[in-house]
């Protein structure tokens, strides 16, 4: 079950070309929440918007298609999404939230949805979950010393960042590519990242990323009955090109191989706090 | 011959107190002291040093029903303190957030109160947890008016209960034009059964009132004309609001406010003589039992023009409204009277809030140490908070909570009563004694004394 629960997986992208050309991969997560705000699915949705800095997110709830345009593209450092769910039912006024994130992210909304500790009003107002595939995150710090260091590239030009076939990848503005083996990177790693059991956004109601499809395609899990109800309406109403996932390179095979990795990795990273110190251990949070 | 019987603990209203009645022979009460045994928290105590953000934070943990009445007040004693205006939009917000709390603590008092009422023209008594009609619909439009409340109040607020909005120098936040569309939803949807609930309890209580009669355990105990009858006075600072230090022209006035310790007004050491195992429910304290409320009582006495007064909603209709009923059920009435205010207070406010106005000041002073005061109009009256802040930080803090006000005027009202009401007409005032608990006292010279218990 490293792939966790789906009803359905097909490769896909969007239809929408304004919605592509700054997507990462497909614009699944642009075109989905797009859809959904205007059919009233959610009334507004927490994604990673652009902040003060380069390549740094801000969570920003977005209640139009132009912010979620400008929320396209992966940046590899932490936004904080969580932060905003409970002040999207105060100050916001929202009935009906729609959520991106990652693994992690995901499973903070579904604890905040069975356990609300400090949570009023949150369970009942989670309308859709988008969850993205994730192998680890970086500190800003860290994504800046990838960037400007090993890349040797300014942040301020970076027009795109992919991590894909074992190298970290910088695309600048002009036209320059820059690219780091991952093995470079690890030391930059967000630590928490280390204990992580989820690779492909398992407990989100859609998750989405970029391994098993082709370039410019996303893998497109649909996992709940929300989820599927979301999806194939969006696909009714034409917002999306699929492909059985049977039929692209390199297909589900990959995906689940990486999870496989991620898990196991993980879970040794896990184990080995139990006996960290010496007759004492770390905490397990899973236990 | 005089008679003691006690009632511990009362119940339906918040936190812990009881009654200690003097009787006679009829069982009419001579002497009524009604007192707090809410362990004292010390608020004021442990606010000294503290930061002046974090105080009113912490004052807010008093009370779960009024948490609005204390965070507002205790923000706004601390911006009066250092002299910070707020911007008018984050006065909007806390207005409509005032109104939404008044809304849904009205509504839950409802629950508290109908039990010893009757249904109108009937001798039945109203169960508000029944499955029948006409008293379900009644519990469902009370739930309704309670929800809308709150939600309104988590939308601006940022939370029903300990408010998280609301800071020195004005709001964290201002609300969005959808959220401000809903509230204005919500207020129009609880627009028409606040009037109908209104109307209903009115006729509830003038229904009580106006029985010979009523029954409490079993016994048939008479309704006198001047059923909870007082004749200390009244005080309010606004309809809705409030008043501050910082206002041109405050409506309260802080050299009028003396404090005096529950020693020297309440009764000494007592015998419990009178007991009535049928009261419900479980009886009431065992005759040969000791009471001593002079010691026991966990609260001060504030006196205004050396006199306990009352606050609460009919003191703001009184003094606002020429509202002229007397008694328990004249209190209780007035109350009901507060629910359209509520619901137009926040279509008004709401209304006038510019969604993308500033809602936090450019400068928020320190403080030298200036005393500065907020009243808050609390839903049980007026929630007057004293504070001097120096250099960001609290140096003295002091809380006149409305049931604290009302403690010694309630206990003159029980006097004329059947003992076996006085439940009724402690309830009338909506006592809040979570509240109503608070440390310091002030002599008549103003100087902080010591209670004679910790002496």
């Known amino acids: 079950m490293v792939l966790g629960n789906y009803k359905s997986v097909v490769a896909a992208r969007s239809t929408d070309n304004e919605i592509l050309k700054g997507a990462q991969d497909g614009g699944i997560v642009t075109q989905l929440f797009a859809y959904a705000l205007e059919e009233g699915i959610i009334d507004g949705a927490i994604v990673a918007g652009p902040s003060d800095e380069p390549w740094k997110p801000e969570p920003v709830i977005a209640t139009s298609k132009a912010e979620l345009l400008a929320a396209r593209g992966t940046r590899y450092t932490l936004s904080p999404n969580i932060s905003l769910l409970k002040e999207a039912t105060r100050s916001y006024g929202l009935d009906r939230i729609g959520i991106v994130g990652t693994p992690c992210q995901m499973q903070a909304v579904r604890k905040a949805q069975l356990y609300p500790i400090g949570m009023r009003d949150v369970p009942d107002k989670i309308a859709l979950a988008v969850g993205i595939f994730c192998m680890e995150n970086f500190p800003y710090q860290g994504l800046e010393a990838m960037v400007e260091d090993h890349c040797n590239v300014k942040l301020e030009s970076v027009k795109k960042l992919d991590i894909g076939k074992g190298k970290f990848w910088a695309y600048t503005e002009r036209g320059a590519v820059a690219q780091i083996p991952l093995k470079v990177t690890h030391k930059y790693e967000q630590p928490g990242c280390h204990v992580c059991l989820d690779y492909v956004s398992n407990l989100a109601d859609v998750s989405t990323g970029s391994v098993g499809a082709p370039d410019g395609w996303s893998t497109v899990f649909v996992r709940t009955k929300n989820g599927e109800n979301a999806w194939s309406k969006a696909i009714g109403a034409g917002c999306f090109e699929t492909k059985p996932i049977e039929e692209v390179k390199p297909g589900l095979d990959l995906v689940k191989k990486l999870a496989t990795d991620k898990i196991t990795k993980n879970q040794k990273t896990l184990d080995e706090r139990a006996t960290f110190g010496v007759g004492k251990g770390l905490r397990n949070p899973y236990l | ?368 140490g200036t005393l500065g005061w907020a009243a808050n109009e609390a839903p049980r009256g007026s929630d007057v908070h004293l504070v001097k802040v120096k250099d960001g930080r609290v140096r003295w803090y002091s809380l006149l909570v409305p049931t604290t006000w009302n403690f010694p005027t309630c206990s003159r009202a029980l006097e004329g009563a059947p003992w076996q009401l006085a439940e009724v007409i402690v309830r009338a005032y909506d006592p809040c004694v979570s509240c109503a608990t608070h440390m310091l006292v002030v002599n008549e010279d103003k100087r902080i004394v010591a209670q004679k218990l910790i002496e």
């Not at chain 2, 503290?50 to 807010?60: L, N, R, T, Y």
Request: net charge negative; aromatic share 8%.
């Open chain 2, 1 to 368: 011959m005089s008679k003691v019987v006690e009632i511990s603990p009362t119940t339906r209203h918040e936190g812990h107190t009881k009654l200690v009645l003097k009787i006679n022979d009829e069982g009419i009460v001579e002497r009524g002291d009604w007192l707090s045994l809410t362990p004292v928290r010390g608020i004021e105590k442990l606010a000294v040093g503290k930061s002046m953000h974090q105080v009113p934070k912490i004052a807010s943990r008093v009370c779960g029903i009024c948490p609005i009445a204390h965070t507002l007040a205790a923000t706004e004693a601390m911006e009066a303190s250092v002299g910070c205006y707020v911007p008018e939009d984050a006065m909007l917000l806390r207005y409509i957030l005032q109104c939404a709390n008044r809304l849904h603590s009205h509504a839950l008092h409802n629950i508290l109160s109908l039990p010893d009422m009757y249904l109108p023209g009937t001798d039945t008594k109203i169960n508000p947890f029944t499955p029948e009609e006409p008293v379900r619909s009644v519990a469902l439009r009370i739930q309704k008016l309670r929800e809308v409340g709150q939600t309104v109040g988590e939308i601006v607020g940022g939370e029903a209960i300990h408010p998280s909005n609301p800071r020195v120098g004005g709001m964290y936040k201002n609300i969005t034009p959808r959220a401000r569309e809903k509230i204005y939803d919500l207020a129009k949807e609880a627009l028409p059964l606040a009037r109908d609930h209104m109307e209903f309890m009115i006729s509830v209580f003038k229904n009580f009132q106006n029985r010979d009669t009523v029954e409490v355990g079993g016994m048939e105990v008479p309704v006198p004309d001047t059923f909870g009858f007082h004749n200390q006075g009244y005080m309010a600072t606004a309809p809705v609001y409030g008043s501050s230090s910082l206002d041109d022209d405050p409506t309260w006035f802080p050299e009028r406010w003396t404090e005096v310790r529950p020693w020297d007004w309440y009764m000494g050491e007592t015998e419990i003589d009178y007991d009535e195992p049928n009261y419900p429910i479980g009886g009431t304290t065992p005759a040969g039992n000791k009471a001593w409320p002079q010691m026991e009582a966990c609260m001060g006495v504030p006196l205004y023009d050396g006199q306990p007064v009352e606050v609460g909603p009919r003191a703001r209709m009184v003094q606002y409204r020429n509202f002229d009923l007397k008694g328990a059920m004249g209190l209780q009435i007035a109350r009901q009277m507060e629910y359209m205010d509520c619901i137009y207070g926040m279509m008004e406010a709401a209304d006038a809030l510019n969604t993308s106005g500033k809602v936090l000041a450019d400068e928020i002073p320190q403080g030298d």
